[in-house]
Nanobody, 122 residues
Framework: QVQLVESGGGLVQAGGSLRLSCAAS????????MAWYRQAPGKQRDLVAR???????NYADSVKGRFTISRDNAKNIVFLQMNSLKPEDTAVYYC????????????????WGQGTQVTVSS
């Protein structure tokens, strides 16, 4: 199982940017699908962006054109660059490894980080 540690969250004004990082341990990182999820207070945890081991990406409609997911396999890190942030982006952001695509959607893997808080003020 991959161990994940997120960093880079914080408080930012609307329109600002943040870059989240997720450092992974384990030899299977380069062959794992990676994803970022977020959970706002009182809401379910939602998929924000995912990146396959082959490099293909997919984004939630709410972040398309503003967020970019990328990975550095040499350093076992996955990033989430967040631009043009909005107050509705406020949430705890979680990194996930090992997700799978099924006929009815994308399902997260068993490995989760501890989460990093992102707060966007208006």
């Amino acid at each position: 199982q991959v161990q994940l540690v997120e960093s880079g969250g914080g408080l930012v004004q609307a329109g600002g940017s943040l870059r989240l990082s997720c450092a992974a341990s384990g030899s299977t990182f380069s062959i794992s699908n990676m994803a970022w999820y977020r959970q706002a207070p009182g809401k379910q945890r939602d998929l924000v962006a995912r990146l396959s081991s082959g490099g293909s990406t997919n984004y939630a409609d709410s972040v398309k054109g503003r967020f970019t997911i990328s990975r550095d396999n040499a350093k076992n890190i996955v990033f989430l660059q967040m631009n043009s942030l909005k107050p509705e982006d406020t949430a705890v952001y979680y990194c996930n490894a090992g997700g799978r695509i099924y006929y009815d959607g994308y399902y997260p893997g068993d490995s989760w980080g501890q989460g990093t808080q992102v707060t966007v003020s208006s």
